[in-house]
């Protein structure tokens, strides 16, 4: 009975803190632009071949360099592709490479900071150690030599930026698990007999997420920008697929005769990376525990 | 504090080796045969063995790193496949356009962010402070690229007044050397230069909401000397925290600059290796820019010790 009745409580809490958490998160002042910006990028990528008005890779050659008109609302590149199509289909590219590397560096380093937290000793220490060892090379030298070896592509980005953003998050992990396991309740649980796995699985890791959410919408934008330096190196996503970093690389030897080639792209990188960071602040905001109530 | 330098240099030791392990490991990540991605497929087998050979491929792979290591610690971080120079010698001669590019964004960062900083925390909620903080995130939200084409069509493009690529050394030719690095320095300097109003911004607001400075209001001291004598020393720690945690970023930004302005320096050396598939040169390179910033780093833990008695005596 106390069960039953224990069910809708709990679950009602949830909701209740999961709306106050998005409430606190909405009254962040840029966070409605952001949160539009986001939401605008995400259609665009996934409805890119029905909102885009041109096939990205047709040329027309009878149009180059054309300025920006009513056929053309961002004009053309050097051999007539239309620059909008372009931008729209390079935001496939830009969030699959943001999120794609975030996701692959949260789940790699939170398990390798729940593990080196968890173990301690020596695996901590070798797990640490090896962080470290990443964190001491520059990042953007990281992923361009990992880059180097891996291979120009998509993929090759994603994992070398995965690699780059790792540490971070194993550092987090570890951090908390650390401070999670000190605590009393975790104590009470492992004194009934509950193995390490459960611990982690419903104390440690429910009670790590929060700054490891946050840290992980901050990181997102600086990963799409990461990935534009390096699709602008030439490292990213090969010629004639569209890329916002290799579009503005291509366009920078026509700056003078149609700069639209470098704005178009430059404008999309710069108002997605202002939006994730207004996002990532309001999530910050919302989640921090200092702020709390 | 020499115990202190003396503690720090032992705890690098297992990191300076995970890197170099690290960086041993790069050319044996390609996918397939790194021979085979060094050099095109028309090149004579005999050419290649050559070059495996001379690189040590041929070999077990505990062979090759003890090899490599017992080169490195005499100093030799290998040949450049390209032209066969050592890798010492090809950054040797690029290393002083980097170091001049990387002093002068420095300089630029600081003289446009402390008095935006200041500001922004002295006239909180300003007109001034917007500015301040549409600045920050402006620098913070721009690739480096970007600012730099933005320059290149204003100041260069448009304008006329600056060159937009090429290099001369400011030492033999002061005026042309200075207007060679004057658009990569700024490029270099504003992004740095965002970071730092933002940190300085926010660590000027702590400290002027401490009692020491309600104190020294209440002594009748006015609001420079106020800010000059006591909060700007207290709020310039967590700009050095930041100035040492930026480095790598002003690193990576040095290789994207030094690229779109064509500078001859280690950055473009190694975007030139990458593309050339010299993995010899991208190895050497690499591992000389982490050692060279794990020592930066370590020069900044030391600088707190100088800075904030309080570390020091921890």
Redesign the interface.
Known sequence: MATIVAAPASSRSVRERRWRILRRAARARLAPFGAAVMLLAVTVALLAPVVAPYNPLKQNLDRTLSRPDRVHLLGTDNVGRDVLSRVIFGTRVSLAAGFGSVVIAVLAGGLLGLLAGYAGGRVDGLVMRMMDAVLSFPPLVLALALGAVLGAGLTGVVIALAVVYTPTFARLMRGQVLTITAREYVDAARALGAPGWRIAWTHVLPNATAPIVVQASLSVAFAILAEASLSFLGLGIQPPAASWGSMINAGRGYLQQAPWIVFGPGAALFITVVGLNFVGDAVRDALDPRLRA | MGLLILRRLVATI???L??T??VFA??H???GDPID?MMAESVDDSVKRELRQTLGLDRPLHLQYATWMGRLLRGDLGRSIRNQEPVIENVARRIKPSLQLAGLAMAISLLVATPIGILSAARRNSTLDRFGTSFA?FG???????IA?LL??LFG?TLRWLPISGYVDPMEELWDGLRSLALPAITLGLALAAVITRTLRSSMLEALSEDYIRTARAKGLSDGAVIRRHALKNALIPVVTVLGLQ???L???A??TE??FALPGVGRL??DA??A?D?PL?QGV?LL??VG??LSNLMVDLLYGWIDPRIRHR
Not at chain 2, 140 to 146: A, E, S, T, V, Y
Request: proline share 6%; charged share 0%; aromatic share 12%.
């Open positions: 297992p990191v300076l995970l890197v392990a690290g790069l050319i990540l390609t996918p991605a995130l913070i939200c721009m690739p480096n690229f970007l084409l290149i069509f493009v480095l790598g970023t690193i990576g930004g290789v994207i690229y779109v190694v975007v990458v593309f598939r993995y991208v690499v820019i982490a910033f794990i």
